[in-house]
């Protein structure tokens, strides 16, 4: 109060320091984006050339979707300290009714290749996936059940429930319209839609840093200076536009293209046709999730009430939060993010088995800590836990084009998750 | 103990709680009046702070009556109890670690935007005013409360305390952690939230800051209220007596703890 030491007494700073802080830049996060260019370049390297290229990277992208939407979700479990180690079987068992539902209950009411059959297996799913995750949230905060115990009985009885829709037997083939959701031709959203969607980003992110700086102003707040958020602006609109870029970089196959160019009355030339994807919509789906998510995890109440119970759950129930229904709302959520890749990873597949999943639990886990998660709780941020799911699946992916051993990657894998989180709690220890 | 004839700001009649067997409050009774400074003293285990934590929303009492104003009150939960205008500096402080200021004062009643999310900015701004009363060297708003001080966390709780216009104060062990100025400072604020009309409870084991503060002290022991006396009727050396022994001396009126 009267100490002024304590707070007069400036942080030395390096000149690299001050600029990074004027830019309000996480260097966790810059940390991060380092590792995955260090990966990204050397698989490159080591495969003469082949990850960096436009192919490459949007399977990259399509293939990380189903475990970036979970891992936005298993970052507020983990907030809260708790653990979900049910993702897998919940979207293994979310997959399957889908399934069920569009090969057969649907098609009996609706006929095959209904218009309605996709948004209604959507509904089925976010509407299955949400409840089960309350089931389970209520039992952890209402009941006072260990959530690493309702989650690994969850395992079992998901997957279980899984095996049982069907007996095991796989379910094949998924609705056309649904199919979207996995990416692929169907769901690839073609050039124009992509230059459009980056355009209304990059708009969006001028818009939305001036509005904010606006509202500094207007209650005499220190702000960043003028040029910081100008580079700020340039570098994530560049960002966008060279990822939009590279998604239409990569042209559909021959057979699709000559399909969809019949399709749509064009002549087919002797050279072919150089067709865009775009970005696929799963990636899509991910981006808007992450968005979303951000969104409640920083601007709502819920979200506050979240850190606030992970940072000091008795400081939280004293300040009149009902720390149980929160808790229980986390859970739900979780649930319905598994909908929504239960969506995504089923229609990838084209088909629903009783094994999708299965290893998911552990990457949502590792993605949401190796960005930056802290497992003590009170701590992540959506975006850090998306980028782990990429990092995640570009190990995976490179060393699959490399021609590495399954047995291998998996050693891989699990010895990048325990090197990160040392890195980590080393960078944390210092900046203390 | 209603000599003066105003209705008590908070009357708490014969409250007791049990944990587990163990009656760590039993059938104790105290009051406040507006502009009022009580001093809870008692050994450590004694139920000062599990009493005062019924009368903040954190614990239900077994039994016993809580009233404001004359009024009957039902307080179950901590926002009960914000509603009735009592607030509570816990001794723990209670604040989340990894949020800043600003979050922490308005944990709970956070102020929205029309379109329901978080006003940030004019959080920040009360919280900028509130702090410059109580503390003008603040400048960290945008950091966890986790890289602050002592005092500056101590002045955070605060903050949080009394900028919801409290009617009455809860302050358990306010000084335990803060060095000579700060605790100075501590004071200083309580005799003018006193000359608000505030009403504070007081609760500490050092006997020497409740004297140079309360208008009365209430001793307890072994969960039980020894008694309770304006202070100048008593000497520091009889509420001594009163805290160890149990001993009510003459200028006291004896509660049920008396030996």
């Given at each position: 109060m009267t100490a002024p030491v304590a707070t007069t007494a400036p942080p030395p700073s390096t000149a690299s320091g001050s600029l990074l802080s004027k830019l309000e830049i996480d260097v966790r996060m810059l940390g991060m984006l380092a590792a995955l260019a260090v990966i990204w370049i050397g698989f490159d390297i080591l495969s003469g050339g082949v990850f960096l290229t436009p192919r490459n990277l949007w399977n990259l992208s399509v293939q990380t979707?189903?475990?970036?939407?979970?891992?936005?979700?298993?970052?507020?479990?983990?907030?809260?300290?708790?653990?979900?180690?049910?993702?897998?079987?919940?979207?293994?068992?979310?997959?399957?009714?889908?399934?069920?539902?569009?090969?057969?209950?649907?098609?009996?009411?609706?006929?095959?290749?209904h218009w309605l059959t996709a948004p209604l297996a959507v509904l089925i799913a976010l509407v299955a996936g949400g409840l089960i995750g309350l089931f389970q949230g209520w039992l952890i905060a209402y009941l006072g059940i260990p959530s690493f115990i309702v989650t690994l009985g969850g395992l079992l009885v998901w997957r279980g429930a899984a095996w049982w829709v069907t007996t095991g037997q796989t379910v094949a083939p998924m609705d056309t319209r649904f199919k979207a959701f996995g990416g692929g031709v169907e769901g690839a959203l073609g050039a124009t839609t992509t230059w459009?969607?980056?355009?209304?980003?990059?708009?969006?992110?001028?818009?939305?840093?001036?509005?904010?700086?606006?509202?500094?102003?207007?209650?005499?707040?220190?702000?960043?200076?003028?040029?910081?958020?100008?580079?700020?602006?340039?570098?994530?609109?560049?960002?966008?536009?060279?990822?939009?870029?590279?998604?239409?970089?990569?042209?559909?196959?021959?057979?699709?293209?000559?399909?969809?160019?019949?399709?749509?009355?064009?002549?087919?030339?002797?050279?072919?046709?150089?067709?865009?994807?775009?970005?696929?919509?799963?990636?899509?789906i991910a981006v808007l999730v992450g968005l979303v998510m951000t969104f409640i995890a920083t601007r709502r109440r819920f979200g506050r009430y979240v850190f606030a119970i992970g940072g000091n759950p008795e400081a939280a129930e004293l300040s009149g939060i009902n720390t149980r229904w929160t808790l229980m709302k986390v859970f739900g959520l979780m649930g319905l993010l598994c909908g929504i890749s239960a969506c995504i990873s089923t229609a990838r597949l084209n088909a629903a088995t009783n094994a999708a999943g299965t290893l998911d639990k552990l990457y949502v886990i590792a993605s949401a800590v190796i960005g930056g998660t802290s497992l003590a709780g009170g701590i992540g941020t959506i975006a850090g836990a998306m980028l782990g799911a990429l990092v995640m699946q570009s190990l995976q992916s490179g060393m699959v084009l490399l021609g590495v051993d399954t047995p291998l990657q998996n050693i891989v894998v699990g010895a990048v998750l325990v090197l990160a989180v040392w890195v980590d709690s080393l960078y944390r220890r210092r900046i203390k | 103990m209603h000599t003066n004839g105003t209705t008590p700001l908070v009357e708490m009649r014969n409250i007791s709680i049990a944990f587990g067997g163990i009656k760590a409050v039993d059938g104790v009774s105290v009051d406040l009046r507006p502009g009022e400074v009580v001093g809870l003293l008692g050994h450590n285990g004694a139920g000062k702070s599990t009493l005062i934590k019924i009368l903040s929303g954190a614990y239900r009492p077994d039994s016993g009556e809580i009233y404001v104003n004359g009024e009957h009150a039902d307080i179950s939960t901590p926002r009960d109890a914000k509603r009735y205008g009592i607030e509570t500096i816990y001794q723990t402080l209670a604040l989340a670690d990894n949020i800043d200021a600003a979050g922490n004062i308005f944990l709970g009643r956070e102020v929205l935007t029309p379109y329901g999310t978080l006003d940030d900015a004019t959080m920040e701004a009360e919280t900028r005013k509130v702090m410059a009363r109580l503390n003008p060297h603040f400048r960290r708003f945008k950091e966890p409360v986790k890289a602050l001080s002592g005092g500056q966390r101590q002045s955070v709780a605060i903050a949080r305390a009394i900028y919801f216009n409290a009617r009455v104060l809860i302050m358990d062990e306010p000084t335990a952690a803060l060095g000579p100025a700060e605790t100075q400072q501590v004071a200083d604020l309580v005799l003018q939230l006193k000359k608000e009309g505030i009403g504070i409870f007081l609760i500490s084991h050092d006997i020497h800051d409740v004297f140079g503060l309360a208008d009365r002290v209430s001793v307890m022991k072994n969960g039980k209220l020894v008694g309770s006396a304006n202070v100048q009727d008593v000497t520091q050396d009889e509420v001594l007596g009163m805290i160890i022994l149990g001993k009510c001396p003459p200028g006291a009126t004896p509660g049920p703890g008396a030996s």
């Amino acid at each position: 109060m009267t100490a002024p030491v304590a707070t007069t007494a400036p942080p030395p700073s390096t000149a690299s320091g001050s600029l990074l802080s004027k830019l309000e830049i996480d260097v966790r996060m810059l940390g991060m984006l380092a590792a995955l260019a260090v990966i990204w370049i050397g698989f490159d390297i080591l495969s003469g050339g082949v990850f960096l290229t436009p192919r490459n990277l949007w399977n990259l992208s399509v293939q990380t979707a189903s475990v970036a939407v979970m891992a936005t979700g298993m970052v507020l479990v983990i907030v809260t300290r708790n653990i979900d180690l049910s993702v897998g079987a919940i979207l293994g068992v979310v997959g399957m009714i889908i399934g069920v539902a569009q090969v057969q209950w649907l098609p009996a009411y609706l006929g095959l290749e209904h218009w309605l059959t996709a948004p209604l297996a959507v509904l089925i799913a976010l509407v299955a996936g949400g409840l089960i995750g309350l089931f389970q949230g209520w039992l952890i905060a209402y009941l006072g059940i260990p959530s690493f115990i309702v989650t690994l009985g969850g395992l079992l009885v998901w997957r279980g429930a899984a095996w049982w829709v069907t007996t095991g037997q796989t379910v094949a083939p998924m609705d056309t319209r649904f199919k979207a959701f996995g990416g692929g031709v169907e769901g690839a959203l073609g050039a124009t839609t992509t230059w459009i969607i980056a355009a209304i980003a990059c708009g969006l992110i001028i818009v939305g840093l001036g509005l904010s700086r606006r509202r500094r102003l207007s209650f005499g707040f220190p702000v960043r200076p003028g040029w910081a958020d100008a580079v700020i602006a340039v570098v994530a609109c560049g960002t966008v536009l060279a990822t939009a870029a590279i998604f239409n970089a990569y042209p559909m196959p021959m057979g699709s293209a000559r399909a969809w160019a019949e399709a749509r009355g064009i002549a087919w030339p002797d050279g072919g046709l150089f067709i865009s994807q775009g970005v696929a919509l799963p990636v899509l789906i991910a981006v808007l999730v992450g968005l979303v998510m951000t969104f409640i995890a920083t601007r709502r109440r819920f979200g506050r009430y979240v850190f606030a119970i992970g940072g000091n759950p008795e400081a939280a129930e004293l300040s009149g939060i009902n720390t149980r229904w929160t808790l229980m709302k986390v859970f739900g959520l979780m649930g319905l993010l598994c909908g929504i890749s239960a969506c995504i990873s089923t229609a990838r597949l084209n088909a629903a088995t009783n094994a999708a999943g299965t290893l998911d639990k552990l990457y949502v886990i590792a993605s949401a800590v190796i960005g930056g998660t802290s497992l003590a709780g009170g701590i992540g941020t959506i975006a850090g836990a998306m980028l782990g799911a990429l990092v995640m699946q570009s190990l995976q992916s490179g060393m699959v084009l490399l021609g590495v051993d399954t047995p291998l990657q998996n050693i891989v894998v699990g010895a990048v998750l325990v090197l990160a989180v040392w890195v980590d709690s080393l960078y944390r220890r210092r900046i203390k | 103990m209603h000599t003066n004839g105003t209705t008590p700001l908070v009357e708490m009649r014969n409250i007791s709680i049990a944990f587990g067997g163990i009656k760590a409050v039993d059938g104790v009774s105290v009051d406040l009046r507006p502009g009022e400074v009580v001093g809870l003293l008692g050994h450590n285990g004694a139920g000062k702070s599990t009493l005062i934590k019924i009368l903040s929303g954190a614990y239900r009492p077994d039994s016993g009556e809580i009233y404001v104003n004359g009024e009957h009150a039902d307080i179950s939960t901590p926002r009960d109890a914000k509603r009735y205008g009592i607030e509570t500096i816990y001794q723990t402080l209670a604040l989340a670690d990894n949020i800043d200021a600003a979050g922490n004062i308005f944990l709970g009643r956070e102020v929205l935007t029309p379109y329901g999310t978080l006003d940030d900015a004019t959080m920040e701004a009360e919280t900028r005013k509130v702090m410059a009363r109580l503390n003008p060297h603040f400048r960290r708003f945008k950091e966890p409360v986790k890289a602050l001080s002592g005092g500056q966390r101590q002045s955070v709780a605060i903050a949080r305390a009394i900028y919801f216009n409290a009617r009455v104060l809860i302050m358990d062990e306010p000084t335990a952690a803060l060095g000579p100025a700060e605790t100075q400072q501590v004071a200083d604020l309580v005799l003018q939230l006193k000359k608000e009309g505030i009403g504070i409870f007081l609760i500490s084991h050092d006997i020497h800051d409740v004297f140079g503060l309360a208008d009365r002290v209430s001793v307890m022991k072994n969960g039980k209220l020894v008694g309770s006396a304006n202070v100048q009727d008593v000497t520091q050396d009889e509420v001594l007596g009163m805290i160890i022994l149990g001993k009510c001396p003459p200028g006291a009126t004896p509660g049920p703890g008396a030996s």
